[in-house]
Every structure is written in structure tokens, then in C-alpha cells.
């Protein structure tokens, strides 16, 4: 018996009904690009969030997060968003856009566990609504589909908890392929697939995972998307009918729309990193490894250098990483935990990065892992 049902039947004296498993979701490229409507590169990885449903003989929805060990419940005659309660909003917004489609759902217990729990709230947000949406489909025979519970779950962040969540996340959850990337067009939702394989010895991705406390990253990270969001909004009250994603970035550099320079910085980096996402998907395709890691190190460098968007630990491990012959490129993938990498290496150099992260641990404090990169697949439910 896995965990999560193992302390679902200890804490509601109850075995689950369903069990389901979440992927996390790591955009290798245009991680921002949803602030310009542009592009990315994303896949379902392996930090996973686990949700065990009951079904109870009252009216009362009761929530228990391993993770933090937080308890939380509410009435499903009084489906309210408040701010107190946190994230089990996202539950209260999936159940009421259920019931507003004509289920009558009775009292749940639910129980939580698994790594993405730690992740930003967005990424919590719909990896949760995504595991219940997905329980109660199998549950009551609903007969959603991917697209339909995506939408779901989408609509329940933005409208009932009216927190800003990413659709391409609820796809990439529900509809990732194994083994494959995905290019999104983030206006019309339209993806491509690549199917995904070990490039060889002449070079290989691998994950690079700092283990840095997410509150490191978390309050700089919320900061920008902030400023991301009003940069953009300014733009599109100030100039109308401009499809901004298209812009070349020397638009911006040359000062042809008026923002001020903080923002300047912000549009720039996230119009070139959209642009640069659908080249390094057709430079994956090609084979192209050299092109590629240019790239990944180009927009390493705007992280840094043009968002801020770094910490000591990742400029070590980005430092450490380019100093090998054998590395390509290096970049932070945005996965809602803070400090994972992803590096483009041979064989030598995966070797000699796995010896000096002993070096990051007695400096740091912090154990690294050093992994394969892998495309997981998309969200699995298990009937008990």
C-alpha cells in the first residue's frame, strides 16, 4: 500500500475509493512567455503530488496535507473563497464549477502527500484541483476528457480563487505524453509534440537539483511576475492592437514604445526567451546540440543578468557546470520549485559535475541531485 493511502486510512478511519498521481510540470524554455502570449517548451516531470479520496455521509469536505501536517475542512453548503483558507480554495473552486455543470456531490475526505506540495502556490493550486477534478471523474463515471478537465481546472484558479494559474500547466498535467516535449502557443493553445530521446555520449540533459530552501527563490520569483504582469498590461493600454510577441526585441532596446527601463528589461528578456523557445524545440528535433546550448546559456545569463532571478547556489552550479569542456549549456527550469537546472552534457562532464557537487554540499549545506532528464507521462487515477 503506498503512503498517501496508508495515512489516509489512518487519519479518516476509511481506505481511499481513488487514488491519483499528478506530474509536476517543468518549462525547459519561455517559462514567462504566458505574460506576451507566446511560446514554450514544457514537459510532465517526476515531482509528483498524490491525492487519496473517500466519500463521506454528510455534507462536510475534509482536506489533510502530509506535507505540513495541516488539516483543513468546509461545508459544501456554504462554497466561499476565503483567504484564510488558503489552498484548500482550490478544492472548494473545483468542486463549484462541478456542481455549477449539475453534480451533486456529497462530503469528501481527501489526503495530500508528495514532493510538489513544496512547490509555488500556482503550480499547487492546479496540481491540486487536477488530482480532485480527475478523482471525482473517475469516481461518479463523468466522462471528462483532458481538455475538459484542463479547462476545469483553469477556470476554478482564475475565477473562484481569481489567482493568476497557467493553462498550459493543467494540459501538460492531464495530457503530457511520456517521452515527449511540448511546444505551446500560448494565445491559441495549439502544442506540438517531439518525441524526446537520450541525445547519446556526445551529449545528454540532465537535472541538476540544488535542494535550496523554496523561500530562497519564492519572494523574488513572486516579485517579478508582479512586475511582469503590470509591464505587460502596460503595453496593452498603451498600445493597442500590437501583437507584442511578434515585436522584434530591438523594438523595446531601441526605445520605440515608451516603459520605463526595469520593465524595458522584463518585455525584452521574455520576448526574446518566446522566440528563442520555438527555435530550441526545432534545434531539439535537428539534433542540433551545439545551438542548442548556446541558447540555454544565452537565457542563463538574461536570468541573471536582466531579471535577477538567481541565488548563490544556482550561480554556483551554473559556474561549476561551464567551466567543463564537456558541457554545452545550463539553464533554471521554472518548475515551481526553486533551483532546478537543466544541463546539456557528454558523459565526462556529467561525471566530473557529479564529483564537484560535493564541493556544493560542504559550501552550501545542500545535497544536490544529479539526474537524467526524462519526459514523464500524464496523470494516472487508480479505482481501489
Known sequence: MRTVDEKHSVEYSQMPQVTVTVPGVS???????????????????????EASLSLRDDQTVRLYNTLTSERKRFSLNALKFRREDRWSNYAKGV??????????LPGLNVTLAGPLLAADAPVVACALGTALALGLNEMFRLKLDSGAISRLVYMAGTVFCQEQCRLT???VMTGAGAGQLM???NRSMECSTIEYTRPGSGARFVTIDGRIPPQTLREELLSQRIQMKEAFGYL????PGVNFREIPESDLTERSFRIDELHRHICTYILEASRLSRDAFRLIGNRDWAGLGKIMNHLQKG???????????VDWLAKRANELTGCLGILTMQTGLGGVMLALMDDEAVRSYAERLAEYERIFGFRAALADFTCCGPASVERH
Not at 27 to 49: I, K, P, Q, R
Not at 303 to 313: A, F, I, N, S
Request: charged share 30%.
Open 27 to 49: 518549462h525547459l524554455f519561455g517559462g514567462f512567455s504566458d505574460f506576451c502570449e507566446g511560446f514554450s517548451v514544457c514537459a510532465a516531470n517526476g515531482f509528483t503530488l
Open 169 to 171: 500547466d493543467a494540459i
Open 236 to 239: 496593452r493600454s498603451r498600445y
Open 183 to 185: 511546444l505551446f502557443d
Open 95 to 104: 468542486i463549484e464549477k462541478l456542481r455549477e455543470s449539475g453534480l451533486d
Open 303 to 313: 536570468l541573471r543578468d536582466r531579471l535577477d532571478l538567481t541565488c548563490p547556489e
